[in-house]
């Protein structure tokens, strides 16, 4: 699998795995330890070597998985974990427990350091460096404890924010074909040497093209209101003609590596059958006229009014 960019001291797979599901409930199901382990050393198996986790995640069940499954294969793989929202579901960004919070991670994935930290969706004063966040981070990095540190962001003026005031390794942002709105600023992501991971590149699940209006979800995706449902339905359909495909997973992967500055792509990943449709066509040549048409379709049907995560 091709990997381009570092993240720490190592080349990061363009393929990275979103560790969410790890340890959690959807459709019903909650993921076992086993089952997660198992879908884990797949991934690894597969040349997967980048893995997205934070403590809160299945309250700490996906970091635990990630331990029992990457522990022998640490030093080929890259693990970044989070800042701010806590195992037992809480959120704190008091800056005095950003070690502890970080001894607690290495702790759970049974390491003795971090490829990288990222602060979990902080806010203005953390990212205009009001605060003492980046300097007790620093601090961590010179010691070896972490190879890297940066934020998890979601919005344009998040994205301007940490561009203009903060030194960072590395930028998770939200971005897909349904959110282009930082579109033109990812090359300014690059010129600065900075990592960049994209979060939610399926919408969390709709650029596959398998849910309707009548979808219904019991986890963290239950906070979609009927029109959201409805808008992205009619969005969804409108996407399968313009690209005359049924299924879509494929094309909005495609996308997001058709951008130089993007470094590594992490779908959240449930199955076996998920992780295996992803790798069928990881090192497919890229489509620059896909890119072109993607965001024409974001510029006439979304940029006006854009979705809300
Ligand atoms: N604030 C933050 O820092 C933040 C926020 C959100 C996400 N993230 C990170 O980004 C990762 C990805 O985001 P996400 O999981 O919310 O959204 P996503 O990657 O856009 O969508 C994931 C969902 O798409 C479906 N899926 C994935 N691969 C598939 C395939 N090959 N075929 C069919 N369905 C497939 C699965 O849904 P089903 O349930 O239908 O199987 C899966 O749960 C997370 O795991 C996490 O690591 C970070």
């Not at 019903?28 to 986790?53: C, R, Y």
């Not at 950003?98 to 759970?108: D, F, Y």
């Not at 930082?182 to 040497?193: A, E, I, M």
């Not at 986890?219 to 409108?238: A, F, G, M, P, Q």
Request: net charge neutral; charged share 25%; proline share 2%.
């Amino acid at each position: 699998m091709e990997k381009k960019r570092y993240i720490g001291n190592t080349k990061v797979s363009r393929l990275g795995f979103g560790a969410w599901p790890l340890g959690n409930t959807a459709h019903g199901k909650t993921m076992s330890i086993e089952e997660g382990v198992a879908l884990v050393e797949e991934a690894v198996k597969q040349g997967v070597n980048f893995f997205d986790t934070a403590p809160n995640y299945a309250l700490g069940r996906s970091e635990i998985i990630l331990g029992k499954a990457l522990k022998n294969h640490r030093n080929k793989v890259v693990i970044n974990s989070k800042f701010g929202h806590h195992p037992d579901d809480s959120i704190d960004f008091n800056e005095n427990r950003i070690e502890s919070s970080i001894n607690g991670s290495l702790k759970r994935l049974q390491t003795d350091y971090l490829d990288s930290v990222i602060l979990h969706n902080p806010d203005y004063d953390i990212l205009m460096g009001r605060t003492g966040h980046f300097t007790i981070l620093e601090r961590l990095k010179e010691k070896g404890i972490i190879k890297g540190y940066g934020v998890s962001i979601d919005t344009r003026g998040e994205l301007e924010t940490v561009l203009n005031n903060q030194s960072v390794d590395v930028i998770e942002l939200y971005f897909n074909v349904f959110a282009q709105v930082t579109r033109d600023l990812l090359d300014t992501v690059k010129q600065k040497g900075i990592a960049l991971i994209i979060k939610v590149p399926l919408d969390s699940g709709w650029l596959t093209g398998k849910y309707t209006n009548k979808s219904s979800f019991s986890d963290i995706r239950s906070r979609w209101t009927k029109e959201d449902l409805n808008r992205r339905y009619i969005l969804v359909n409108k996407l399968k003609d313009f690209l005359s495909a049924e299924k879509l997973t494929q094309y909005a992967m495609q996308f997001l590596w058709s951008y130089d500055a993007i470094t590594t792509v992490i779908p959240g990943i449930r199955t076996i059958e998920q992780l295996h449709e992803h790798v069928s066509y990881v090192n497919e040549k890229l489509n620059k006229d896909l890119q072109k048409k993607l965001e024409t379709f974001y510029d006439c049907f979304i940029a006006n009014d854009p979705l809300r995560w």
